[in-house]
């Protein structure tokens, strides 16, 4: 394994322009929540002309509402998993997925809770709002901790939208009941195991990694002035695009695998605690 623990320079700090991390599993606590260290780490990076960016499979809107506070029209969200990028709340990118594809989903995934097969719900993710049919408070709770704007219609596949992504959440696990009713579409998209519970579907090209790529690009600025975070499958791509790339100490194993670094677990405040560190910030964490 080539993951090792962070070791800040004593005489110097990198260079590092942007900032990128997960949310789930990552910056978020165990229970779910922002640190507050994070906020005054935000505006020592602000002074120093360092962008920071969450990277997440939420919705854009989830994610404007989390950073409302301290967003003063600049910052970057990676949303639904790379597929949708907004900067200054303007698109900077976006990969759409063909109706047809969506359509598949939906209804494949109707007759497979119809039939008893599994318990789970879909959720379309379109640029204004994600939609669901599934209304019980059980599902809702998990809609609404991800997806700030959503609405419950009668039928997915008839909504007038834009669409960025399907996402499934799986009671039992996602690995082992929802992927496999997928499989016809893994030759052609994105299905990616995104928690124990959710799976994603998107176009091929969409990752958190070719948003990162394109973030660099946009804002000329290298891998090795970029810091990135990670815990799961889905932070896969984006652990390439950065010399900085960080694990959380409580990773999946393949994330271990595949960054070059390792930060303390999300519940030990592994974000705010490396890049204070790293940068020799002052707040503390």
């Known amino acids: 394994m080539n993951v090792q623990r962070h070791r800040p320079t004593a005489t110097t700090s990198p260079d ?16 779910g929540n922002i640190p507050d260290s994070l906020w005054p780490l935000l505006t020592e990076l602000g002074d120093r002309g360092v962008a920071f960016c969450p990277a997440s499979g939420r919705q854009y809107a989830t994610l404007a509402a989390q950073f409302d506070a301290v967003d003063d029209g600049g910052m970057v969200y990676v949303a639904e998993n790379g597929a949708y990028v ?9 990969d759409l997925l063909e109706p047809a594809v969506v359509e598949w989903i939906v209804k494949s995934m109707r007759e497979l809770v119809h039939a008893g097969g599994v318990d789970a ?10 939609y669901v049919e599934r209304s019980d408070e059980a599902f809702m709770a998990q ?11 009668d039928d997915a596949t008839a909504v007038e939208d834009e669409f960025v992504k399907v996402a499934l959440f799986d009671f039992g696990g996602a690995q082992d009941t929802t992927a496999p009713l997928l499989a016809p579409l893994a030759d052609t998209h994105q299905v990616v195991v995104s928690s124990h519970h959710w799976i994603d579907v998107m176009n ?6 070719a948003a990162v790529r394109g973030l660099q690009d946009a804002l000329g600025i290298t891998p090795a002035q970029t810091m990135v975070f990670g815990d799961y499958r889905n932070d896969l ?4 695009t950065a010399d900085w790339s960080y694990a959380m100490a409580n990773a999946h194993p393949d994330v271990l695998a595949r960054a070059r670094l390792c930060a303390p677990a999300n519940t030990e405040n592994g974000v705010v605690r490396t890049v204070r560190d790293v940068l020799g910030l002052s707040v503390r964490a």
């Open 121 to 130: 719900g879909v959720v379309v993710c379109g640029k204004r709002s994600a």
């Open 143 to 153: 809609v609404r901790r991800y997806y700030a704007a959503h609405e419950i219609v």
């Open 86 to 94: 907004v900067r200054g709340g303007a698109e900077v990118s976006s």
């Open 237 to 240: 791509e984006m652990l390439d």
């Open 16 to 31: 590092i322009r942007l900032i990128v991390t997960d949310m789930d599993g990552t910056l978020l606590d165990g229970e």
């Open 204 to 209: 091929p090209a969409a990752n958190k990694g």
